[in-house]
C-alpha cells in the first residue's frame, strides 16, 4: 500500500466509513501524475473513480435537494446542486476533511503546488465518492456526501430566500433598473504558471465599481461582482459556496 496507513486512517475517520478494499482508496487518491511515475507502463490513477464520482455525487445532490426544499421550483434546485457541486465548491469540501493531504502526487505536479489546485482536489472527492459506492454502496456514498452537503443549508432559512452567483445576480439587477451590462476587464496577472494570480476590475457605464483577485478570471471576475453586491446589499447577503450566496428574493434590488 502506498498510502501512509495513519494518513488513511484519519481520511476514513474524517469520511466516516472504513473501506474494506484498501487498494479502491488508494485508486480513488491516486492522480496521474503518481501513477505515470509509479507505473508507466500500467498506471492505475482515480480517473475512472472520478467519472463514476461525479454521477454518484451529481444523483446524491438532487435528491438531497429535492428533499430539503420541496417547495423549490426546478430552476431554484438546479442553482443549489450548481453551488454545492461545483469544482471550486467540491474543492472547498475537500480541504474540509483534509482530502488535500492524502492525495498521491508525482514529484513534478507535488512541486507546482498541485495540492492547492482545485482541479486535482474536486477530482479526488468525485474519486471518493466513486470508491465509496462501488465499496459500500449507494448508502454509504449518500451518508457520507449528504454530510458535506448539510453544513451548506445552515445560512438557509426560508423558501423565500433566492440563490446565485454573483455575476449573474450583478448583471440581474443591472438590467431590470435599466443599467447598462457590467463588463470585466482584466487589468494583471502574476506568479509562476502554475500559480497564477489574476487581478480583475469590474465597470459600469465606463466607471470602476470594484477591484479583486483570484487564481483565475472566472474566481476573480466573481469576487468583483461579490464585493460590488457587499457593498449594495450588505450583511443580507449570505455565501453558501465558493461561488453562490443567497439573499431574501425581495431585498435583490439596488437600493
Known amino acids: 500500500m502506498t498510502i501512509d496507513p495513519k494518513k488513511a486512517g484519519r481520511l476514513e475517520k474524517a469520511v466516516g466509513y472504513v473501506f474494506k478494499d484498501k487498494a479502491l482508496l488508494e485508486k480513488a487518491l491516486t492522480h496521474s501524475s503518481h501513477a505515470y511515475e509509479a507505473q508507466p507502463g500500467s498506471p492505475e490513477d482515480n480517473e475512472q473513480l472520478e467519472f463514476l464520482g461525479d454521477s454518484v455525487i451529481g444523483l446524491i445532490a438532487a435528491e438531497f435537494f429535492m428533499t430539503a426544499f ?135 457605464g465606463g466607471k470602476v465599481l470594484a477591484r479583486s483577485k483570484g487564481a483565475s478570471k472566472k474566481s476573480a471576475e466573481q469576487a468583483a461582482a461579490e464585493r460590488v453586491l457587499k457593498a449594495f446589499f450588505g450583511r443580507k447577503i449570505k455565501r453558501i459556496s465558493p461561488e453562490a450566496f443567497i439573499i431574501e428574493a425581495g431585498d435583490l434590488v439596488l437600493p
Open 70 to 204: 420541496p417547495g423549490r421550483n426546478e430552476g431554484e434546485l438546479s442553482k443549489l446542486k450548481a453551488a454545492a457541486t461545483s469544482t471550486m465548491a467540491l474543492a472547498q469540501l475537500a480541504r474540509a476533511i483534509k482530502l488535500d493531504k492524502a492525495i498521491l502526487l508525482g514529484r513534478g505536479e507535488e512541486r507546482c503546488g498541485g495540492r492547492k489546485k482545485p482541479s486535482i482536489l474536486a477530482g479526488a472527492i468525485e474519486a471518493l465518492a466513486g470508491a465509496l459506492y462501488l465499496d459500500g454502496g449507494f448508502d454509504a456514498a449518500r451518508s457520507f456526501v449528504s454530510g458535506l452537503l448539510a453544513s451548506r443549508l445552515k445560512p438557509i432559512r426560508s423558501e423565500s430566500q433566492t440563490i446565485n452567483n454573483s455575476k449573474s445576480a450583478l448583471q440581474e439587477i443591472c438590467q431590470k433598473a435599466g443599467l447598462a451590462v457590467p463588463v470585466y476587464r482584466l487589468v494583471s496577472e502574476k506568479g509562476p504558471a502554475h500559480d497564477r494570480t489574476f487581478i480583475i476590475e469590474v465597470r459600469l
